[in-house]
């Protein structure tokens, strides 16, 4: 079985503090992804990396950053954390395709962050 | 601009009777649908997918009927039970950079279903 794992299931952070939000998978998957998911708003993505030390911009990347050092590794860092950033973040893995195929992706169990 | 629409935020439907979640697209260029379920305060776990080139896929009590003419795409739940209450997100896969996939998701419809 894929297995995603996410390093908090829930987190409580400071305005200002420096946060770093894991994930790891198993399966050798090339793509990884860093999605927040509010109500209203379904999952947005953040981030996302399709080979170790290259990211790309998703839709949302302002006040975040990552690092894929490894390829089974992906965090999101988020530099001085702020209330409006308090929400799920959901991390996913992918194999890589040529384009074909459906993409799947495969979530980890999501850390719910709260910024005081 | 959203690619991926699911325009009913929330269904509330019988156990027993057919639940019916509706998504819409934009984009002619998708050439694969999924669907996903996902429970509070867990990540969203993968359903059922359709390929652009058939227009209806099968699996047990799950099928996704794909209509490309309209750009629409519904899930049928038949017959529904509880644990299907859950949020189903639609997303569409599309080709980034030329060679790589990521998923559009639309916003979720929540699903409810009543013993």
């Known amino acids: 079985d894929v297995k995603v794992t996410q390093s908090s299931r829930y987190l409580v952070k400071r305005t200002g503090e420096k946060v770093f939000l894991e994930c790891v998978q198993d399966m050798d998957h090339e793509n990884m992804f860093w999605y927040r998911q509010d109500p209203g708003l379904g999952l947005r993505l953040i981030y996302f ?27 999101l860092i ?33 850390t719910r962050l709260t910024v005081l | ?71 629409h795409l519904s899930l049928h739940i038949v017959p529904s039970q509880p644990g299907d209450s859950a949020v189903y997100f639609c997303a569409a896969s599309v080709i980034y950079g030329g060679s790589q996939g990521n998923l559009i998701f639309g916003k979720g419809t929540k699903l409810s279903v009543k013993p």
């Open chain 2, 1 to 71: 601009d959203q690619q991926v629409k699911q325009n009913s935020p929330s269904l509330s439907v019988q156990e027993g009777r057919i639940s019916i979640l509706n998504c819409d697209y934009t984009n002619s260029m998708f050439d694969y649908f999924l669907w996903y379920k996902k429970y509070p305060a867990e990540g969203p776990t993968f359903l059922i997918s359709i390929s652009s080139i058939k227009d209806k896929n099968e699996d047990g009590r799950f099928t996704v009927f794909l209509n490309k003419s309209a750009k």
């Open chain 1, 49 to 75: 990396s399709y080979d170790v030390k290259m990211k790309e911009k998703g839709d949302i990347p302002e006040g975040y950053s990552v690092s894929r050092e490894k390829k089974e590794r992906f965090s």
């Open chain 1, 78 to 110: 988020l530099e001085s954390a702020s209330t409006n950033q308090t929400s799920m973040y959901l991390c996913a893995s992918s194999l890589w395709t040529s384009g074909a195929g459906n993409n799947e992706q495969f979530f980890g169990p999501g």
